[in-house]
């Protein structure tokens, strides 16, 4: 009896387990695939978001900030490209992803940004930002949070470190900031061709050729993807902010806080298919082909061309209704300079204006001469 009662406590206890495992995995399983996400174009112009408001924990993201802020020194004169920065212990006790650091040698400031840009080499985080902020980690953070000022996105981003590390390693807050500010700041990083050609990199030799890296974003290259950030650890889960120009359409597209690499990297192939599925960029004004033809009066023609100031194109939807309206005289009078302005006109998209320019003339128009007049009459 006593055998028979231990074998059945034995059969539930091993039923309970597999049914706490069964638990358990659902509940994994249950986790989101992402946390937030959104796609827009370089001129902000979003097109589809969740969550985009919500701060979330940025992890490596955060180096996106530390690299602008470290252009931002050399545009000033501050540090340059080629200065040699000292390596001391606070840099190589960093932890997470990391370059071969030792300490009392010297690497190059471009070193260091391909290190960060690239590989996410939190040690060369740390090295750019001590450099850059005169020797002071602290400050730099400050001039990192100056630029979120600057840039109005004070209320989105937080920043603690030039690096995003968890906490627990830190001993700081956790950089935070809404996929919306990293949108916004990715659209900032563009101003920087410095930066988008190191992004653009899979692969790059470091510390004269001693050190090789290869880029943390497996998507670069496909779909028309060059750029610009991954950032993961546990809280943040797996950020992404990707650039990419297909069909002359240049958009940003944010993933973050996704399941697995697999899936927040499928997420944005989703979008930018959805995207390109839906919309265009289309050529509305070329500078270069007459927007309309306007009668001339006390000139050698009867009509003229007249033209937009500058070429537009817009982002739309593939079935979007496109007009242009202009305000001119109904007749022009000659004579008219080259580059006179002579209206106005507005780009409209399913009834909204989208753009606004000049209508100008661009060779210049010679009055008729008394004698070519009465040689016309005979």
Do not use: C
Request: proline share 3%; hydrophobic share 40%.
């Amino acid at each position: 009896m006593k055998k028979t009662i231990a074998i059945l406590m034995f059969l539930i206890t091993v039923l309970s387990f597999a049914k706490g495992v069964k638990s358990s995995k659902v509940q994994v399983d249950n986790i989101p695939d992402y946390r937030a996400y959104i796609l827009g174009d370089t001129k902000g112009n979003i097109f589809y978001e969740e969550n985009s408001m919500h701060k979330y924990p940025l992890a490596s993201v955060t180096k996106v900030m530390t690299i602008l802020v470290t252009l931002d020194e050399i545009r000033k004169g501050n540090i340059s490209l080629y200065d040699q920065v000292p390596i001391d212990w606070e840099i190589v006790s960093v932890g997470g992803s990391s370059i071969p650091l030792e300490s009392g040698e010297k690497v190059l400031v471009l070193d260091l940004l391909k290190a960060a840009a690239i590989k996410s080499a939190n040690n060369a985080a740390y090295a750019l930002a001590k450099h850059a902020g005169k020797g002071s980690i602290p400050t730099f953070v400050e001039m990192m949070n100056e630029k979120a000022r600057k840039l109005n996105l004070e209320n989105e981003l937080e920043f603690y470190t030039p690096a995003g590390l968890p906490d627990h390693i830190t001993k700081k807050k956790l950089d935070m900031g809404t996929a919306d500010a990293i949108y916004k700041l990715s659209i900032e990083a563009l101003k920087y061709p410095e930066y988008i050609a190191i992004a653009r990199e899979k692969t790059a030799e470091i510390k004269n050729g001693t050190v090789k890296i290869r880029s943390t974003i497996h998507l670069l290259g496909q779909e028309g993807i060059y750029g610009l950030k991954t950032g993961y650890h546990t809280k943040s889960r797996f950020n992404i902010t990707i650039l990419s120009n297909k069909d002359d359409a240049n958009i940003v597209t944010v993933v973050m806080g996704g399941k697995s690499p697999k899936i927040r990297d499928n997420k944005i192939l989703e979008l930018n298919a959805k995207f390109h599925e839906n919309y265009k960029n289309k050529d509305i004004i070329k500078k270069d082909i007459p927007i309309l033809t306007i009668p001339l009066s006390g000139g050698y023609a009867k009509n003229i061309n007249v033209y937009g100031s500058k070429s537009f194109s817009y982002i739309v939807k593939k079935d979007a209704d496109i007009s242009i309206v202009t305000e001119r005289e109904k007749v022009l009078i000659a004579p008219l300079n080259k580059g006179t302005v002579i209206g106005t006109y507005k780009v409209l998209v399913n009834g909204e204006v989208v753009f606004k320019d000049d209508l100008i003339v661009t060779r210049d128009i010679l009055k008729k001469r008394f004698m070519d007049k009465v040689m016309d009459v005979f």
